[in-house]
């Protein structure tokens, strides 16, 4: 079988764009790609990421290269943590000749936990996301956590003779970092702030133990992001933060929400 013949195609993204507009972010969004993820004293884990990845287009060029960011990333096959996005998104630069990008890679991050009572082990899956945007000197990396937990009304707890009332809440904490961090740190920050945290498998005695650990530590949606920013003031890891509590009310049709934003680099 011959070879087949060499034949010249145009390259119309890098062709000159007559109306001059730059513009901010193209890219891929909501590419499905395998990855490895560093965690905490355990290797490395495999998991699947959502992608999104951009760059910053000159006024002058008509178009980017899509196929170059499925190129750097493939290539990547480093386990990946938010201390390692830094090389990736110079890479994306460097492949895609580009002054500015941005990154960001949403997956679900396992845990092993031990419940509180029969200390039976259990995976507990929690949202995570990773983050990079700027040039290739001056970035800024992010990360996020979306944490479920319990929360128990204390005005629920005050008023009623038999009980109170709880819901599942998730708690979504936004930080960007100075210094690395790990989503196990944010991850304890929600669970602490909580009524109860959360377990993937509990026998009966556990069954207890959270149920009256919960009662005996009600939150309100206000106290919970409370809680949480305080940690997060005191962490010099973490530059600006956002956190957000979403309450999946029990008695109402409804959620309560409450979110605190604080960037601590500006006086």
């Known amino acids: 079988m011959n070879a087949p013949e060499r034949v010249f195609l145009p390259d119309i993204q890098s062709t000159p764009d007559h109306r001059a507009i730059a513009i901010d972010r193209v890219g891929i969004r909501g590419l499905r790609h395998p990855i490895k993820v560093a965690a905490l004293d355990r290797g490395a884990i495999a998991t699947v990421a959502m992608v999104d990845m951009s760059v910053a287009l000159p006024a002058a060029l008509k178009g980017t290269h899509m196929s170059r960011f499925l190129e750097v990333l493939q290539a990547h096959d480093a386990a990946l943590d938010v201390m390692a996005l830094p090389g990736l998104l110079r890479a994306m630069l460097r492949r895609l000749d580009a002054r500015k990008g941005a990154l960001s890679l949403r997956f679900p991050y396992f845990v092993m936990k031990r419940a509180p009572v029969s200390g039976v082990e259990?995976?507990?899956?929690?949202?995570?996301?990773?983050?990079?945007?700027?040039?290739?000197?001056?970035?800024e990396l992010a990360i996020e956590v979306a944490v479920p937990v319990t929360s128990l009304c204390?005005?629920?707890?005050?008023?009623?003779?038999?009980?109170?009332?709880?819901?599942?809440?998730?708690?979504?904490?936004?930080?960007?970092?100075?210094?690395?961090?790990?989503?196990?740190?944010?991850?304890?920050?929600?669970?602490?702030?909580?009524?109860?945290?959360?377990?993937?498998?509990?026998?009966?005695?556990?069954?207890?133990?959270?149920?009256?650990?919960?009662?005996?530590?009600?939150?309100?949606?206000?106290?919970?992001?409370?809680?949480?920013?305080?940690?997060?003031?005191?962490?010099?890891?973490?530059?600006?933060?956002?956190?957000?509590?979403?309450?999946?009310?029990?008695?109402?049709?409804?959620?309560?929400?409450?979110?605190?934003?604080?960037?601590?680099?500006?006086?």
């Open 122 to 139: 259990s995976l507990m899956d929690y949202d995570v996301c990773l983050r990079a945007e700027g040039d290739a000197d001056d970035l």
């Open 154 to 267: 204390p005005c629920s707890k005050e008023i009623s003779a038999y009980g109170a009332h709880n819901q599942r809440s998730v708690v979504t904490i936004s930080a960007t970092l100075a210094l690395p961090l790990n989503p196990e740190d944010l991850i304890a920050m929600a669970e602490r702030a909580a009524s109860c945290e959360l377990f993937g498998l509990l026998k009966r005695p556990d069954e207890k133990y959270v149920t009256e650990r919960a009662y005996d530590n009600p939150k309100f949606v206000e106290d919970l992001v409370r809680d949480v920013a305080l940690d997060l003031e005191r962490d010099p890891r973490v530059e600006a933060y956002r956190v957000a509590s979403e309450n999946f009310e029990s008695i109402h049709n409804h959620s309560a929400y409450a979110a605190i934003e604080h960037d601590k680099r500006v006086a």
